[in-house]
């Protein structure tokens, strides 16, 4: 964290102090506040000091930075705003919308389309995102998208498993040779059953041809305040109170399948 002050030419003090969060090396504990007021309230959204910190360490000016599941357009905007070309897309045109609408110099950067089946004209350098693993799970709980080929309204935790696994594939399929995918994830609670979503990732992106680079965890400083007990054994379970994200790696020899 810097303190960058400001001086009056006659004092001694400084009139303000304004507060940078960047990080200045791969450190791989990262603590992000995230109770700013967002752009918008589509759910699920990466903050956007991670999004930064990522794409500065793992990119550079002029690489192609993708994002699958762009939502309202975190990643790509982000990425744009730092030199790169950000890209975005999602398989919910609200979504799609709201990226345009945010980013509007930008807007031909983003577009509607189901995961699975995106070709990208160029591959990336390197594709940032968050696949929706929250509390959307379970039927759209957040009742934001009506597509039937949106992951979020997976019924149960095993049809959404099955159905991520080729967005992951198509992934490793549109990144560059030694190109890096970053995701974050929340490990989650679903009728009392605990799922090693961050574990569960990576053994997929593994069992297509990624290698593990490193990972990060960042904390959530509302959620840590939290805590719930178990429906079945009844004792008081934390909540989960961190992200985990790993940064994978497409090997320069592509495994074939």
């Known amino acids: 964290m810097d303190r960058l002050a400001e001086f009056d030419e006659d004092q001694d003090f400084p009139l303000k102090y304004d507060i940078e969060t960047k990080i200045k090396a791969p450190l791989n504990i990262l603590w992000y506040n995230v109770n700013f007021k967002f752009e918008d309230n589509y759910p699920a959204k990466m903050p956007r000091d991670f999004a930064r910190d990522m794409i500065e360490l793992y990119s550079k000016e002029g690489d192609i930075v993708w994002d699958g599941f762009c939502g309202s357009g975190v990643v790509p905007r982000m990425a744009n705003k730092l030199g790169r070309l950000g890209y975005g897309s999602d398989v919910n045109p609200k979504a799609v919308e709201l990226s345009k609408n945010h980013d509007f110099t930008n807007k031909d950067k983003y577009w509607v389309d189901d995961l699975e089946s995106v070709s990208l004209p160029k591959k990336a350098n390197l594709i940032l995102t968050s696949p929706p693993f929250g509390i959307s799970i379970g039927g759209d709980k957040n009742k934001y998208s ?112």
């Open 146 to 257: 009506d597509e039937k080929k949106d992951l979020s309204t997976s019924h149960t935790i095993q049809e959404f498993l099955k159905r991520i696994e080729p967005c992951f594939k198509s992934y490793y399929d549109n990144l560059i040779p030694n190109g890096l995918l970053i995701f974050d994830s929340r490990d989650r609670t679903k009728d009392s059953i605990y799922y090693d979503l961050n574990r569960i990732f990576c053994n997929m992106c593994e069992k297509i041809g990624f290698k593990v680079h490193a990972k990060y965890f960042y904390f959530l400083m509302p959620w840590s305040l939290y805590s719930y007990r178990n429906k079945e054994n009844k004792q008081i379970v934390p909540n989960v109170s961190t992200m985990d994200a790993y940064v994978m790696y497409k090997p320069s020899m592509e495994k074939l399948l």
